[in-house]
């Protein structure tokens, strides 16, 4: 065992194989969730519109009524 470390290796030690494998399985992962996430992105797009355009619709019948 060398004992002999540098400054980069005390302050950036190596990050084990289990992190890689996982980030990897992570990125992966995301990958296959991409139709999903736009998906809801959508989702909540025409949600906020459909509110947009319920207030806009609120605000007319106000005036009108006034």
């Not at 002999?4 to 980030?23: A, D, I, K, Q, W």
């Not at 947009?52 to 009108?64: F, K, L, M, P």
């Amino acid at each position: 065992m060398d004992l002999h470390l540098s400054f980069y290796e005390l302050r950036y030690p190596p990050v084990p194989n289990v992190v890689h494998e996982r980030y990897e399985s992570i990125r992966n992962a995301r990958g296959d969730m991409e139709p999903l996430v736009s998906a809801v992105a959508r989702d909540f797009s025409n949600t906020l519109d459909s509110e947009r355009i319920v207030a806009t619709t609120a605000s007319r019948i106000i005036n009108e009524s006034e």
